[in-house]
């Protein structure tokens, strides 16, 4: 049996060396093509985004007062509801089931003034939302957004509407 010579060791670790310097580069390479978003930790994102909110509940709904309450919740609170009474949780009043699936982030409301607009402050990330206007045909939102720059502007309209409903 013949031992493996030094050329061939030599070889053997000169390709292993390349191996590893070859992956390392291309993570690198995938890394630095990446989003700004997500390459940046989270403490260089901004804190607060300034969200302008629009009602335009369209022309069928002409002199209905806008002013409105809005919510924004971290958790689509529909669902949590949901999922409370289906699987009941003894001791666990739905309050304190909502908070916990917030993970201590807390719901934000603000009211649209008489012509249907509102500025909010928002911390970045996925919030849920939710508004009704009451009329000849109330209309409910339930609008998932993602926050995610220093402004953002979100218009509520028939069209994203969650549903319609006729006033008798």
Known sequence: MKTPGIIFRLATLVLQAALVIGLFSAGWLIYRRLPSHVANPPEERPSKALIQLIMRPGSQMAGVALDVP???????????????????????????????????????????????????????????????????????????????????????????????????
């Open 70 to 168: 809005v919510e924004f919740y971290p958790v689509d609170i529909v669902a949590v509801h949901h999922e409370y009474f289906i699987e009941r949780r003894a001791g666990k009043r739905l309050d304190d089931f909502l908070t916990e699936r917030m993970n201590g982030r807390r719901p934000v409301t603000a009211r649209l003034d008489q012509s249907g607009q509102a500025l909010v402050t928002v911390a970045p990330g996925n919030w849920w939302v939710h508004a009704a206007l009451a009329g000849e045909e109330d209309l409910e939102w339930r609008l998932p957004v993602s926050i995610t720059g220093p402004k953002q502007t979100i218009e509520l309209t028939p069209q994203n509407a969650y549903t319609r409903t006729k006033s008798f």
